[in-house]
Structures are given as structure tokens and as C-alpha cells.
């Protein structure tokens, strides 16, 4: 999992221990389905070794009134950084 994230995101996880499965965070969540989309991926003009994606989370939950269950959507941007010739993610909140 690691390899997937840049060398400032590994340094600041490394020095706080409230990132990870034995941290404070918990990734876990009560929904039982969950879609991820791709929505864009714009790589920074003035800085071609920067990127950001935008993407979507939809939500499916069961129950509610008359079993009719529940859909819900959340749009989050993730900041990425060139290095050793890949995208790695910069950012420590998306960090578990």
C-alpha cells in the first residue's frame, strides 16, 4: 500500500501514529455497497508533476421505511505528485 503514496505523505504518517489500521481512524462503515467513479484527472499546467482526480463515491444501504433502503453520493478531489515514474497520492487523509 505504501508504494502508492508520496515521500511527504509517508514522512508525516511515519511521525504520527493516528494513520493506519492501528491508529485512531476507523475505515470501516456500515454500508454494504459502495461505487467508485472516476469522474476527471487534470494534470496541473504550471506544474506538470502535480495531477488532481475527482471522483465519487455512491452509497447503497438497505432498510428504511419499507425496506426501501437508501442511495447517497460524496464527490472528493485527490491531489497527486510525479515521483519515481508514477502518480503517487499527496494527500495523508486518504491514508488507512
Do not use: C
Amino acid at each position: 500500500m505504501r508504494q502508492h503514496y508520496s515521500k511527504a505523505v509517508l514522512a508525516e504518517v511515519d511521525k504520527n501514529d493516528q494513520y493506519g489500521p492501528l491508529g485512531k481512524q476507523s475505515t470501516q462503515g456500515s454500508y454494504p455497497a459502495r461505487r467508485l467513479r472516476i469522474l476527471t484527472e487534470e494534470i496541473n499546467s504550471s506544474d506538470p508533476t502535480k495531477a488532481t482526480v475527482t471522483f465519487e463515491v455512491d452509497n447503497y444501504s438497505t432498510g428504511g421505511l419499507f425496506d426501501s433502503g437508501n442511495t447517497w453520493s460524496s464527490q472528493r478531489s485527490v491531489p497527486l505528485v510525479r515521483e519515481e515514474n508514477r502518480w503517487k497520492i499527496d494527500a495523508t487523509e486518504y491514508f488507512y
